[in-house]
């Protein structure tokens, strides 16, 4: 295969990231956009972008893979239709609003063996490869907790609240540190700005193997944060996305036990170092390498983009009988 032909559905801000990035690989690139004001703006900023106002006018240009940056509720028809005519998909998070729509994709996907990844985009974030390395070396010990805050000021949605336009990638990270489902998932939270739309939610899980965790989101912070945290037996690690340097942190844990008490203290924080490169390169490099044969599907596959959307259902059964 020569040159690979990438064609990006939605030219928002996501869809221009993926755009900006695709030209660091030396792909040929294309877009599809309704609006023609982000079309000319894509179209300025990139001259070399093909662009089309409707999927079906980028069908004659003959692409090798789509990556979906639309709004969620556009996922499972544009996903549908690409998987129909075997075109490798990458579909931003989350992959639909449903397990019913999730499950329409799945059985699309399996009817023309289709190739498909969901956009869960810290999955290949340096920092979450190496705190995995370090959990599966027992660094920390057993894990007992695991904690995120995403929390910002900043665009407020309209089709989805808080949690499910910010929590997928927390949920995906989870899933990938403890390798399991939840047995329960427990959401509280407050919508004030739209009705029965949540602006804020702290949500609780817990797994079979005796793991705990929470996710706490929020689009009406004053401050950006980024944080999470894995708790073990024998230390824990803290990664901190939103400051600069995008600082990885161990803490040993001491302990100290006598007849009175027990006490619980760390050792001076260790930076650990990794190599950093943005995870969305990483992420656009393995899904050429699933188009062009070189890659088996792995990470971000289906079954796991359907897992959060099944738990994403959970924590809104849980907020809405509040």
Not at 174 to 188: A, D, E, I, R, Y
Request: charged share 20%.
């Amino acid at each position: 295969m020569d040159r690979v032909k990438i064609c990006v559905i939605g030219a928002g801000k996501w869809g221009e990231n993926h755009i900006k990035t695709l030209f660091q690989l030396d792909t040929i690139i294309g877009t599809v956009e309704i609006d023609n004001n982000k079309l000319k703006k894509i179209k300025s900023l990139f001259p070399e972008v093909i662009c089309f106002n409707s999927l079906e006018e980028s069908f004659n240009n003959e692409f090798d893979g789509y990556i979906i940056a639309t709004p969620p509720s556009t996922h499972v028809e544009l996903a549908n239709i690409l998987l129909s005519r075997r075109k490798p998909v990458l579909v931003e998070k989350p992959l639909a609003l449903s397990t019913i729509e999730a499950n329409q994709i799945y059985t699309t996907m399996q009817k023309y063996n289709g190739k498909l990844i969901v956009g869960h985009l810290l999955l290949f974030h340096p920092a979450i490869i190496k705190m995995k390395s370090m959990v599966e070396n027992g660094d920390i010990g057993n894990m007992q907790y695991i904690y995120s805050n995403r929390l910002n000021l900043g665009v407020v949605r309209k089709e989805e609240n808080v949690f499910w336009s910010f929590a997928p990638h927390d949920i995906a990270l989870f899933q990938f540190f403890t390798n399991s489902f939840p047995t329960k998932v427990t959401s509280m939270g407050g919508a004030y700005i739209q009705r029965n739309i949540h602006d804020t939610t702290i949500t609780y899980f817990n797994y079979p193997n005796g793991i705990q965790g929470h996710i706490y989101v929020s689009w009406l912070h004053p401050f950006k944060e980024h944080r999470l945290v894995i708790i073990g037996s024998k230390g824990s690690l803290h990664f901190e996305d939103s400051v600069v340097n995008k600082p990885l942190l161990y803490y040993e844990k001491i302990n100290f036990d006598n007849d009175d008490f027990q006490l619980l203290q760390n050792k001076p924080a260790k930076k650990i170092g990794y190599e950093f490169e943005f995870p969305l390169l990483i992420e656009l490099k393995y899904f050429i390498d699933i188009i062009k044969g070189k890659q088996s599907i792995k990470m971000s596959n289906i079954q796991e983009g359907m897992n959060v959307i099944k738990i994403l259902e959970m924590a809104s059964n849980s907020l809405n009988n509040k």
